[in-house]
């Protein structure tokens, strides 16, 4: 500047940065900043969320948000390293991951232009917006499985944690109970797999837990056998005799006692063999009692 002119606004002459706040006087005073004040370095007149002492190293309007006109606020392409004296920048795909600056810039997420994908979870900044999923977020869901292992792995919801509605989460079906994600009845036993692992224990991947013949869900319901029985015990009732070979007997599997009525239903069930058994049986108890 002119020592006139220095003289008139009152810097010094002698010192191209009078207050020394890192900001030359020549650049304060065309910028309408105070090059006697060194508070002004971080003032931010413009509301753009950039400093004056970062306008100026960025050489960017102190007093407008948007210098290069590109309709990108100067502090998202400082941010980002983009250059916010250049409006070409704006129409420009950086990272290559299908959308503009600019429209990385008004998406709702605000992604890095320079990052295809932000959250490092194999999916694409542009698939992940048009999706609803978290750009941001490598798991949207928190449900313990990456949106990229979900989308492309497993085939589950990357934005719903219980793509089957079994109550159990995808990220502790495929880590932990080891069940299908995508069937809330992994086993086709008529449970649940949710109730199968918290509520009765039982194995939600085999239809019978306890290999008695039953089905988990015929256990515990009253099925057409009419009784509830343990899916974790085979012979509910400790008669020796399977709750399954029950059903099949019309025996009350979770009364021992029921198993003597087994011995008249032998010649119904059986025919003549049964005949046979029945007297055999009879004949046994008889001589049970004769000699008690």
């Not at 002119?5 to 005073?29: A, H, K, R, V």
């Not at 109550?167 to 502790?172: K, Q, V």
């Not at 080891?178 to 949710?194: A, K, S, V, Y």
């Not at 009350?252 to 239903?265: A, F, G, H, R, V």
Request: net charge negative.
């Amino acid at each position: 500047m002119f020592d006139k002119l220095e003289l008139s606004i009152g810097t010094d002459p002698n010192n191209n940065d009078t207050d020394f706040d890192n900001m030359p006087d020549f650049w304060e005073y065309i910028n309408s900043l105070s090059p006697t004040s060194a508070d002004d370095n971080i003032s931010d007149p413009d509301g753009d969320w950039v400093i004056n002492i970062y306008e100026y190293t960025n050489n960017t309007d102190p007093h407008n948000i948007d210098t290069d006109s590109d309709h990108i606020d100067d502090w998202w392409e400082i941010r980002f390293f983009l250059n916010p004296n250049d409006p070409a920048d704006s129409t420009v795909d950086s990272d290559g991951d299908g959308m503009l600056n600019i429209w990385e810039y008004y998406n709702s997420t605000q992604t890095d232009p320079n990052d295809p994908d932000c959250d490092d979870d194999n999916l694409n900044d542009f698939w992940e917006w048009a999706n609803s999923t978290d750009p941001w977020d490598n798991d949207s869901d928190d449900d313990g499985l990456l949106d990229g292992e979900e989308v492309l792995n497993f085939g589950t919801d990357p934005n719903f944690e219980d793509t089957d509605e079994d109550y159990l989460t995808d990220g502790r079906e495929v880590k932990s109970t080891f069940t299908n994600p995508l069937l809330n009845d992994t086993d086709n036993d008529g449970l649940i797999d949710g109730y199968e692992i918290d509520i009765f224990y039982t194995n939600a991947t085999n239809p019978d837990t306890d290999g008695d013949g039953l089905l988990d869900g015929e256990e515990v319901t009253e099925g057409s056998d009419g009784y509830f029985t343990d899916p974790n015990n085979a012979d509910t009732d400790g008669d020796g005799y399977s709750d399954g070979l029950e059903a099949q007997w019309k025996t009350d599997p979770t009364d021992p006692d029921s198993k003597n009525e087994l011995i008249w239903q032998l010649p119904l069930i059986f025919g003549i063999s049964g005949g046979i058994i029945f007297i055999i049986t009879v004949s046994k108890l008889i001589r049970k009692k004769k000699f008690k």
